[in-house]
């Protein structure tokens, strides 16, 4: 199961890193020096809740992608979205597990301020869904990294189980 995991943080990395493309390009970069803008602080994540990944990918946006698409025993609280904006808003506030791929989240100019940024994303992402989280970092490199302390963490704090199945069976009991 752990292997998994980190097999999947890797495809992850891959996916966004595409070799040659702009995305790889800019992950070598050397970033903004940390003094000139204040980090995005990500907020603990519920268990259950969906979670997106999201980095700046260089070229004006955010790149982001569903990690996790949460509880599906657990009704959602759907939100409501104006009808004349894009589906796919509805998609990624209400059914995130429908998305497949990448979500990109233009920005205007090159982002100075990362905290702004990430709080950007995850008005983007998750709305006013409490039960929704994001793992945001300034480079597609530190994603990766947060990723994985993200599921060494999940799995340290899950109580001791067999497999997935198993555990659902005890929780529905």
């Known amino acids: 199961m752990k292997l998994c995991r980190h097999f999947a943080v890797l495809i ?60 599906t025993v657990a009704a959602r609280r759907l939100q409501v979205v104006d009808p004349r904006l894009p589906s796919i808003v509805r998609d990624i506030l209400n059914h995130p597990e429908r998305l497949r791929g990448r979500v990109s989240i233009p920005l205007h100019t090159d982002p100075i301020e990362f905290q702004l940024v990430g709080q950007l994303a995850e008005a983007v992402m998750c709305g006013d869904n409490n039960s ?13 990294v947060l990723v994985e302390n993200f599921e060494m963490a999940r799995q340290s704090s899950a109580p001791s189980r067999r497999d997935d199945a198993d555990f659902l069976a005890a929780v529905e009991r």
């Open 12 to 71: 992850l990395v891959a996916a966004l890193l595409v070799p040659g493309s702009a995305f790889a390009r800019k992950a070598r970069m050397p970033s903004l020096p940390s003094d000139t803008s204040s980090a995005y602080q990500n907020k603990p994540i519920a268990p259950g809740a969906t979670v997106w990944a999201c980095a700046y990918g260089g070229n004006t946006r955010i790149l982001c992608q569903l990690w996790e698409a949460g509880s």
């Open 132 to 144: 929704c989280g994001v793992i945001f970092a300034k480079s597609l490199l530190e994603l990766s």
